[in-house]
């Protein structure tokens, strides 16, 4: 495969193509030291055959922090553990590349000790509150020192190439971007004026690692707003890299304000920005690197034979299974964990301020502590429940050596995930599910299907330990009228919508009733959203939420917040808005209230003094996530 093939970045010759992306984990100190956690995350992503590691983005400069426990490159005392790092990487066969880093307008002001964050101009990022401060003339050639400075420390720690992030709405996009750079000095006004600042810092970098150090820069090809930077401007832009010298560019997209496009959610197409790297490919001879929810090994060849891009980033599919490239070559694709695009374990705890995880890879940053290893002594495991959870512990706990038994009572596997994997923009859940099967089956794991464990023959069951993993059943909500027959749950819409009118009530209004209305929308249905609180889908993750508002608002949902179903009438529903009743007109009701837990069994297991673990849903109805890596515990723990 080309995808395997080496190839050359300046003087630097990695072995392969796939390059891990950089993103932001939150493993650093709160000194932006390097750590234990941080360092094993990379090592565990070099040791899986990466050819090139980019870190994180290592700030340059304390007000350009992007996060709490960010890496920093601003400070001499962070060279030796970042030394330890480079060094931790390079055992594995890997090349390394640091990332210098300005957040600039882009950051919360408890990340920045209360000082104002800075930008080319004062114009507030959509999704930050604070209007920037314009930076004046000597701080902008300070910075340009700082990027220097942070090259050199790079240098000093021995990391093989250096990235300069100028893309996603940082600080140099925000002096590239005439929608963010209203300056009228020598950093503004004009294209070559707005690219004034990142040419300063490009030459300075130069100086401080020599004219043929592997010294590449990220860019956003289009911002994907009207009046910002196009992908001619960024042809532009990338012409003048090549000629300025600089040996490869990493071609992403979109800033926060865009932010779906920068780190695409599942409803966003794989390789969606593949097509930005194509034509920056047009404009230059020096490598071009494509990412953007590149996450199957066809499409990553694919892309390099049709000469679209010379090197193939990849991070969130990395996070979900960091051997994704030695899995690769061996031809055991089908092996790959899979990242769906959920962003709950990603972005969602960045976004929070936590440590990142994945939804399908519970050793996500946990490498050191979460170890599969050989259990001490061989058991017989019942597992309650086929959802992901159940699944997820039984495929650790059979990988440890034990002898399995899942039982479901329906006659698939999948559970809810089944269930949430039906709307069209969800599908990607199925590539989860579907790996997780086939692992199962690998591994000698007795599935039985149809195959319901009762409080009857639980007695008879022969199991050392049993892991309850029964999930969920909607909660219905004590309201008048609610046993007629056209009120259904949200599961059986999802499931047979055929079963559903012309004109829907959903109540409740959280992510899975809005992604039902999405559904339904998609299938003709008129469909009214009853919500009790102030927003709908405020449970789901941010960048989830954006584009599933944007589609319900395009799609024509009509949105009901802080109303009450107070009765389901013969033709209607009657609500409650403001003390003031009305009836809406409906054929079908749609239940979305939430989830009581199936905890029924847990009394005679207790009774029997069983060994067992309660996980997911039956335990506390929660996220998938949770549900996932509760199972991978309990799987560590027998
Ligand atoms: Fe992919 Fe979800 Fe894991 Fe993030 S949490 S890497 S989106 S599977």
Redesign the pocket.
Known sequence: MMLFTPIHIGPLELKNRIVLAPMATHYADETGAVTDRLKDYYVERAQGGSGLIIVESGYIHPLGRGGTRRMGLHEDRLIAGLKGLVESVHSEGARICSQIHHAGRQIRVNYTNGQYPVSASSIPAAMEAVVPRTLKIFEIEELVEAFGRAARRSLAAGFDAVLIHAAHGYLIHQFLSPLSNLRRDRYGGTFSRRLRFLREIVLRCQESLGKDFPLMVRISASEFIPGGITLKDGQKIARRLEEWGVKAIHVSGGTHDTVEMEIQ??AIPRGCLVHLAEGIKKAVRIPVGAVGRI?DPGMAEEILQKGKADLIAM???L??DPEFPRKTQEGRWKDIR???????????HLYRGLP??????PR?GMEREYQIKAAEKKKRVLIIGGGPGGMEAARVAALRGHEVTLAEKRNHLGGQFDLASLPDGKREIRA?LDYLTRQLKKLGVQIRINHEITPENMREVKADVVILAAGGSPLVPAIPGINREWVITAWQALAQPEKVGEKVAIVGAGSVGAETAEFLLDRGRDVTLIEMLPQIAGDAETINRKVLLRNLGEKGAQIRVLTKVTGILPGGVEMEFGGRKEILPVDTVVLAVGTRANDGLEAILREESVEFYKIGDCATPGKA?DAIHEGFKAGLRI
Do not use: K, S
């Not at 899979?338 to 969602?348: N, R, Y």
């Not at 990142?356 to 890879?361: A, E, K, R, W």
């Open positions: 959610p599942m996450v991070g969130r599919a996070l979900a899979p990242c769906i695009g959920c962003l709950q374990g990603c972005h969602g990142i995880t994945c939804l399908v890879n996500a989860y996530i």
